[in-house]
């Protein structure tokens, strides 16, 4: 997993803005949510047209904030991503036919084809009965067209969304930028969360913490769920 921190000049300048580091001292567990974004083999599989290498050295961070959310009575909702090809093409033409080299876009295309085997959710991660899953056509979950996630979350009664997943500052900030803006609480988990370099992961927590929502280890983040355990 990523080895890096807020530094120091952001915290300096989030509790001259807001008087506090974090946002959230204490999180129900009936109204929250892990978000696993992506978490799949076109992302996770060595050698696949998306790969992310962090993203296998985050599976025992996202199994253990799961089983502890699911322990608490919070769910675990698993988006994955898909996209429709049309012959060379795609259902998002903007991103295939501008953002990667031909090579690479077919390849890309045929993984994220729904029900494909780039669909099939990483191995060494854990899936429960109970657990939902969902897929998701753009980069952020919660953009209208893109997938049902809010739709789920506004009919289980859940508001606090719990970010985990690859990348870090494309598909988790994409989702979790559109959560505040739609008035989720927002965490950034951020051992439970990849990027292809620390530079990019740093980026989006110091600017989720600036801006969009809180962000706290799983250790944190289960503290906070126990603090919560008999809020309603």
Known sequence: MHHVAIRQEIIDRVLARRGRLHLFDRLAPARTAVVVIDMQNTFCQPGAP?????SRAIVGAINRLNDGVRARGGRVIWVTHANLGAGAGSDWGMFFDNFVADDVRARTIESLAPG???????????VADGDLAIFKNRYSALIPGSSSLERLCRSLGIDTLLITGTK????????????????????????????????????TLE??????????????????????????
């Open 116 to 126: 494909g085997p780039g669909q099939r959710i990483w191995p060494e991660l854990a």
């Open 168 to 203: 870090t500052n494309v598909c988790c900030e994409s989702t979790a930028r559109d959560a505040m803006m739609l008035d989720f609480n927002v965490v950034m988990v951020s051992d439970a969360t990849a990027a292809l370099s620390d530079e990019e992961h740093r980026a």
């Open 50 to 54: 998306a790969e992310v290498p962090l």
């Open 207 to 232: 600017t989720i913490i600036q801006q969009f929502g809180d962000v706290l280890s799983v250790d944190e983040t289960l503290a906070r769920l126990d603090a919560g355990r008999h809020d309603t």
